[in-house]
Nanobody, 127 residues
């Protein structure tokens, strides 16, 4: 069983930066594709970024491309989401997700493809 715990959220002004962390326990993170999703009030949970097991491949939601960077440190069993140039529309609860069996990056984008989820952490961007 994999447990995921997010940290690093909070309140930031427009244009600011935050780095989210996702600590993986129970299994080695290196065996899992990792993703970040977000859910704003009254909206569906949406894919933000995904990263392959070794970290060599990543994919992003179009609206965060160039502003957000997903990375991982398998030695520390941790995945990160560096968020720069934050906008009010980035305000949401952010969730870390993991799955052992995703065969390619085409599968990163779909919420239902991930078996394990963190509890979520709030990110609020104020103007």
């Amino acid at each position: 069983q994999v447990q995921l715990v997010e940290s690093g959220g909070g309140l930031v002004q427009v244009g600011g930066s935050l780095r989210l962390s996702c600590a993986v326990s129970g299994r080695a993170a290196s065996g899992y594709v990792m993703g970040w999703f977000r859910q704003a009030p009254r909206k569906e949970r949406e894919f933000v970024a995904g990263i392959s097991r070794g970290g060599g491949m990543s994919r992003y939601l179009d609206s965060v491309q160039g502003r957000f960077t997903i990375s991982r440190d398998n030695a520390k069993n941790t995945v990160y989401l560096q968020m720069n140039s934050l906008k009010p529309e980035d305000t949401a609860t952010y969730y870390c997700a993991a799955d052992k069996d995703l065969p390619s990056d085409n599968y990163y984008y779909v919420r239902g493809n991930y078996d394990y989820w963190g509890q979520g952490i709030q990110v609020t961007v104020s103007s």
